[in-house]
């Protein structure tokens, strides 16, 4: 079989084998709606699309593909600005002893709460999306963002941190060395790590932000229905950290216990820390070494975040390694549609659920993996274009000039 990808069946659809008893602690839709409650309040909300795209769904042979389209999120092209965002909310309220409150946005980025906060200075490390949310927010609430990137981070993405008044600092290694000299310099000089990556002992916060991220998926749900959609069959999602993936997964195992969507996490194959966890067989965390080098940006961490891979062991049912060419043209596909589908703006890491789909239902893959997918034409397949055009010079690199091309053998057969 020809496979432009590596994949590990898991739980394989089998609810009996899975446990969704963290799910539903954690992603209660009473969860999701006080998310969706807050977000609401922030200046320039609305919901963003969930995008059919019919004519693909028919030429690759299944009954629908829905992307919610995060590429339009509060002018951010990002959906990482709505789990920091709640999780500063959160943080907040705990700071000002005032958990069990609603703080109206206004309150919170009233000189009142300012001064009552004091002097506080919140931090993290990222890849670009969710370091620019966070010195949004922090730009909103009037307070100092210390933001770490790798040294291989793009200009453009630092630049965009920049905007929002963020210092930056780079830190010589991959992501995850980002990750742990944010952590020491918060300790150091008493600041509040807001990270989307969980640790020993730091767990509370990211919880936050992940809860934060079913705004999104409340939505989307409440958009399905409108089509006349109870939920969807199959569910491709993208893992860096595992965050967005948990809560995606976490959501929608908590919303439907008894029969939930198919899971399908998807990573880059240069940083699948994920899928090598799974591929271990311990039931722990396992992290890749190297330089991370994947154009999905977005995704190339080599530690997974433990409260988030126990969510995706327990509850996801297929686990999938992809080469950078996937991703590559799942933009294209995105960007220039058959003729009747809407264009979508993807970037690397957004498009990448996309690709995969695509390169399930065209590529020669393995019966055992066909029989567990069941993509037909009675599916409804949902993903999440988590950014839009966040780094204008790959982007240009990739949709103009063709880089990272699918090879030759795994080219689309037209019918």
């Known amino acids: 079989m020809k496979n432009n990808f590596k994949y590990i069946i898991h739980n394989n659809g089998d609810v009996s084998k899975k446990n969704n008893a963290a799910c539903k602690e954690m992603f209660p839709i009473s969860r999701a709606r006080d998310a969706r409650k807050f977000h609401r309040q922030i200046p320039d909300y609305k919901i963003t ?77 990222t890849d670009g999306n969710h370091g620019r949310g966070l010195a949004w927010a922090c730009s909103k609430l009037n307070h100092p963002c210390k933001i770490y990137v790798h040294s291989e981070t793009s200009q453009p993405r630092i630049d965009a941190i920049k905007h929002f008044g963020a210092e930056v600092t780079v830190v010589d290694g991959n992501y995850d060395d980002a990750v742990r000299r944010a952590a020491e310099d918060a300790e150091k000089y008493g ?24 705004s999104i998926l409340l939505e989307a749900q409440e958009q399905f229905t409108g089509m006349g959609i109870v939920k969807p069959t199959h569910v491709i999602v993208q893992a860096g950290v595992g965050a967005m993936a948990a809560s995606v997964v976490g959501f929608y195992s908590a919303l439907f216990p008894d029969d939930p969507p198919m899971f399908i996490v998807v990573e880059p194959d240069k940083a699948a820390c994920i899928y090598e966890s799974i591929a271990a067989g311990d039931g722990k965390c396992h992290s890749v070494k190297g330089d991370l080098d994947t154009i999905m940006a977005g995704l190339a961490c080599g530690e997974p975040s433990p409260i988030a891979f126990n969510i995706l062991r327990d509850n996801a049912d297929i686990f999938i390694q992809t080469p950078d060419n996937v991703a590559a043209r799942g933009m294209r596909i995105l960007g220039c549609p058959l003729n009747g589908d809407p264009m979508v703006v993807s970037g690397e890491s957004g498009a990448v659920p996309l690709g995969t789909l695509f390169a399930l239902m065209t590529d020669e893959i393995d019966p055992e993996l066909k029989e567990v997918l069941k993509l037909d034409r009675n599916s409804h397949v949902f993903m999440v274009n988590t950014e839009g055009n966040t780094d204008p010079i790959e982007f240009r690199r990739i949709l103009w000039d063709g880089k990272n091309p699918v090879p030759a053998e795994f080219r689309y057969q037209h019918k």
């Open 49 to 125: 699309p969930l995008v059919a795209l019919p004519n693909l769904a028919h030429l690759i042979g299944i009954g629908g593909i829905y992307v919610k389209n995060e590429s339009e999120r509060l002018r951010m092209s990002s959906f990482k600005v709505m789990g920091g965002s709640y999780a500063i909310y959160r943080l907040v309220k705990k700071l000002l002893g005032r958990e069990n409150d609603d703080l109206s946005y206004e309150y919170l980025v009233s000189k009142e709460c300012h001064d009552a906060l004091g002097d506080v200075v919140f931090c993290s490390a």
């Open 191 to 214: 600041w509040y790590v807001v990270s989307d990556t969980s640790w020993d002992g730091y767990e509370e916060i990211p919880t936050w932000i992940m809860q934060g991220y079913t």
